[in-house]
C-alpha cells in the first residue's frame, strides 16, 4: 500500500509541490488525491472538511494520519534527494522552526501565489 497525499486542486502552491514531489518519488511511494475529489467520495464532517483545506495532510501506508509541517518532513525523508532535509526536520525541537514557517506558508498561500491562480480561484480564500 502506499502514502496517500491529499492537497487542494485549487491551490497553485499544493499544485506545483505536487509536480515536484512526484519527480523526485524514485520509488513510487506516494499516491495522490486532490482533497476534493476525496471530499466526494468521503463523508466528512465541516471540521474536517476545513482542517483538509488548511494544511496537506498525509495517510501512511500503516493508516496513521500526518498534517502540515509533520506530512512534509515525512515525505522529505522517504525522497532520495531530498532525505537530508527529512533528516534535518527530524532532529529534536525541528518541529519547533518547521511548525511556525508551514503554517505561515499554509495560511498565506493564496495571497503569496494570487497571481499564479488559474480562473481566479484564490479571491474565494
Known sequence: MKTLILYDENCYLC???????KSI???RVFQWESLQYYQQRVTL?????KALEGEIHL????????????AI????????????LG?????????????P????????????????CANGTCRIH
Open 59 to 70: 495517510q501512511r501506508p500503516d493508516g496513521e494520519l500526518l498534517k502540515g509541517f509533520y
Open 101 to 116: 514557517i508551514y503554517r505561515f506558508i499554509a495560511r498565506n498561500r493564496y495571497r503569496i501565489f494570487k497571481n499564479k
Open 45 to 49: 464532517s465541516e471540521e474536517d472538511k
Open 73 to 84: 518532513r515525512y515525505i522529505l525523508l522517504r525522497c532520495v534527494l531530498t532525505s537530508w
Open 25 to 27: 518519488d524514485w520509488f
Open 15 to 21: 499544485k506545483q509541490s505536487k509536480k515536484i514531489i
Open 87 to 99: 533528516l534535518l526536520a527530524y532532529l529534536p525541537y525541528a518541529d519547533r522552526i518547521g511548525n
